[in-house]
């Protein structure tokens, strides 16, 4: 049971570049989700999806991209890195709305430098 | 708006002291409530979550937390600290309608004194 998996684990770019991260469930979970953890914010809600092809904005999604061609697959990319960027970034999924627990994936390391 | 506050970034008990991590939360409308462990270097990990059954949920590893409507509150409480729950806590909360989104607290980290 694979759960969420989360790629790469662990990433440094120099600001500018455009990095993605993936992120795949193997839950056929409808719900996909996409948080930052930064010291002092706890987690922060970048994007959502509810199903395949319907995406949402979180609290924090400026300079994020999201897309939901599959329902096993949301990868996350920055289109443009900057320092500000440099986060722990986890992936969740749940399998319905509102009051269901939410799963997350092991996070995946980023600094720009 | 939703929105949890988590009084304490830090705490330490001793080993078997009784834990006690706070969690005040504000909605609009009925929430749910959640309570997640992050060990280091990992993913969270749910504790366990109110849903508007009981007001007192039992969760993993002898973890329990008491929905309080009036104070407004979902403290998190161990009888007994164990070494090994030493981790960052959250407290979480979403409303009963609409996305299943999920708005954390700052996090507590729990020390376990030998």
């Known amino acids: 049971d694979a759960g969420i998996t989360q790629s790469p684990r662990y990433k440094i770019t120099e600001t500018g570049r455009q990095v993605t991260l993936m992120c795949h469930q193997t839950?056929?979970?409808?719900?996909m989700f996409w948080y930052r953890q930064d010291l002092g914010h706890g987690l922060r809600l970048i994007y959502y999806s509810a199903a395949a092809d319907i995406t949402d904005k979180g609290e924090v999604p400026d300079g994020y991209v999201v897309s939901r061609s599959k329902t096993e697959n949301f990868p996350l990319t920055l289109e443009s890195a900057t320092r500000s960027q440099t986060s722990v970034y986890f992936c969740?999924?749940?399998?319905?709305?509102?009051?269901?627990?939410?799963?997350f994936g092991e996070g995946s390391w980023l600094t720009v430098v | 708006a939703q929105s949890v506050t988590q009084l304490g970034s830090h705490v330490s008990v001793s080993e078997g002291a009784l834990v006690l991590l706070r969690c005040n939360y504000s909605?609009?409308?009925?929430?749910?409530l959640f309570w997640y462990v992050q060990y280091p270097n990992q993913g969270l990990q749910l504790l366990l979550k109110y849903t508007s059954a009981a007001t007192l949920v039992k969760g993993i590893n002898g973890f329990e937390a008491e929905f309080k409507k009036s104070e407004t509150s979902f403290h998190l409480t161990k009888p007994s600290a164990h070494m090994s729950d030493a981790a960052e806590y959250f407290c979480a909360v979403s409303v009963q309608t609409g996305a299943n989104n999920l708005f954390f607290g700052t996090g507590t980290r729990l020390t376990v004194i030998p």
């Open positions: 909605s609009s409308v009925p929430p749910y």
């Open positions: 969740a999924s749940s399998p319905g709305i509102s009051g269901n627990t939410i799963y």
């Open positions: 839950w056929s979970h409808s719900y």
